[in-house]
């Protein structure tokens, strides 16, 4: 977004002041009582404050099936899905369940041979390895026919996922997922790592139950948490309480060097300092790295990296992630090149458009996702983006904005319309489809009027909300260490600041990215606005993040830039 109205966002004053009497500078106090802190307790990291896994449906139910294969030796499968919090929510189970003495291997679908979820195909193909128990990850609450098929099999199914439900559940043996019905566990964000996590604290519960071990000789479990973290921030679920204890706790461990062999080769092939670690490493390098295997070939690369416990071995898979990553950049900077061509921004009525759905039959169908994100962020819409499948079939990747139900909105399509998606799923801020091509431009249609009723107006004006302005004072070391010793991310954004500055110099570095130099009172701060090209006029309102920078071999504060006011 190059410009946007700026918002201040509003803030209950008492509680700042509760905040900033802790300790915390003012401004940092006044973004936390804008995302509704009220004590500085609630910033503490501790598994103590996390939610029982008690509340959530089914896990103990879930667990003491667990357990029961576990006593009789039974066959495990875990069967994920090819992103990255399907890659971490199959490692943990591995680990875990092996931990706690589980016979456990795992299958990960190719999404361009099995599509997603637990297909009637890929049970047979699961069959081929004659387990007693599937269990799913970060998938299979849509899988009816899957499950049905794996129970015509004699195969028993135990499915972990967090994606919304369709009008039928799957007749599993246990289906463990906070946005299920009926469940009524307070936090509906966790992400399907979490949930594999809560799935083993209760079978550890279980089994200690049972005699197989005490407090003191049970498996421990937090190790796994820097998996948890990696998987929790790479899919943009909400950072509610409790997903945010559960990141923080994760990133303490990746900073003093309790990591799984496979997440410190990641950090070792990206150039990131794990002992510096912070959650925008795991969302922009180390989770990148991982779906990369996921949409250009398949997932198992990633799986295997995070499971093994060779570091050799970790950083010759990280290696060939970084490679694919790289392929993947290229690919996607191809196909943004295309999708931006196609739209005509002048075209007649494309202001008054809500939704873009974009189609090109040389796109590659795992990066579809990313061209629909990028095109999203940069006209302010929800965006799908197809390739072609086999069949005379597309699949589409959808990215939705603050406030649009993007899953909720294609069930709106799908009952209107029930001949023209033949399946969907995910939530409310992305999500996936499959339809025929000869109905695209009826799903257009269709997709565009679903937005309508779905989405008030103002939702679609360039917007911005920021924490207000700073004084020169203020933009300093304190400030920024403040707040990089917070866990920010989706629903719980970083603090955004806004200021009118005289522009003193300006420069573009690399042909693409727009060095400033910026007076604000007497004081001449350095700030760097990243893909943007364009001039700036001598004077400017901006909205920007302190950042540290090291110049020079100096370590300064800089600015970096969002957007500016329109």
Known sequence: MTEARLLERSHDPAAARRLAAAGLPAPLARALAARGIVSPDELAASLGQIHAPEGLAQ?????????????????????????????????V????????????????????????????????????????????????????????RANDLGIGVVITDHHLPGDRLPAARAIVNPNQPGCTFPSKNLAGVGVMFYVLTALRAELRGRGRFDQATQPRLNPLLDLVALGTVADL?????????????????????????????????????????RAEDLGFSIGPRINAAGRLTDMSIGVECLVTDDPDRALE?????????????????????DALSGIDIDAAGFERRRSIVLFNPQWHAGVVGLVASR????????????????????????????????RDTLDRVAKAHPELIERFGGHAMAAGLTLRQEHLAAFTDAFEEATRAS???????????????????????????????IVWGQGFTEPLFENEFDVLE????????????????????????????????????????????????????????ACAAL
């Open 59 to 91: 896990c103990r139910h879930a667990a003491s099936l667990l357990a029961d294969a576990i006593e009789g030796n039974q066959r495990l499968l875990i069967v994920a899905d090819y992103d990255c919090d399907g890659a971490t929510a199959c490692a």
């Open 93 to 148: 189970a591995v680990r875990g369940l092996r931990a706690l003495g589980a016979c456990v291997d795992y299958l990960v679908p190719n999404r361009f041979q099995f599509g997603y979820g637990l297909t009637p195909e890929l049970v047979e193909l699961a069959a081929q390895r004659h387990p007693d128990w599937i269990i799913t990850v970060d998938n299979g609450v849509a899988s009816v026919e899957g499950v049905a």
């Open 237 to 277: 679920v909400r950072l509610d309480r409790n997903n945010r204890t559960l990141v923080a706790i994760g990133l303490q461990n990746i900073r003093s060097g309790r990591l799984q062999p496979g997440v410190a080769a990641l950090f070792r092939i990206a150039g990131r300092s794990a002992g510096q670690a």
């Open 317 to 337: 898979l990280a290696g060939q992630l970084d490679r694919l990553n790289q392929e993947r950049r290229q690919i996607e900077a191809r196909m943004q090149f």
């Open 375 to 406: 095109i999203k962020e940069r006209h302010h819409r929800p965006t799908i983006a197809f390739a072609a499948s086999d069949a005379g079939l597309l699949r589409g990747s959808g990215r939705s904005i603050e406030g649009l139900h993007l």
């Open 455 to 485: 989405a008030d107006p103002s939702l679609f004006a360039r917007a911005m909300a920021t924490d207000g302005a700073l004084t020169a004072a203020e933009i300093g070391p304190e400030l920024v260490t403040a707040i990089e010793g």
């Open 506 to 561: 300006q420069r573009l570095v690399q042909e693409r990215h727009l060095q400033l130099t910026l007076g604000l009172e007497r004081a001449r701060l350095p700030g760097i606005w990243f893909g943007h090209a364009e001039s700036l006029p001598p004077r400017v309102r901006l909205a920007y993040r302190p950042r540290f920078d090291t110049y020079r071999g100096s370590r300064r504060i800089s600015l970096q830039i």
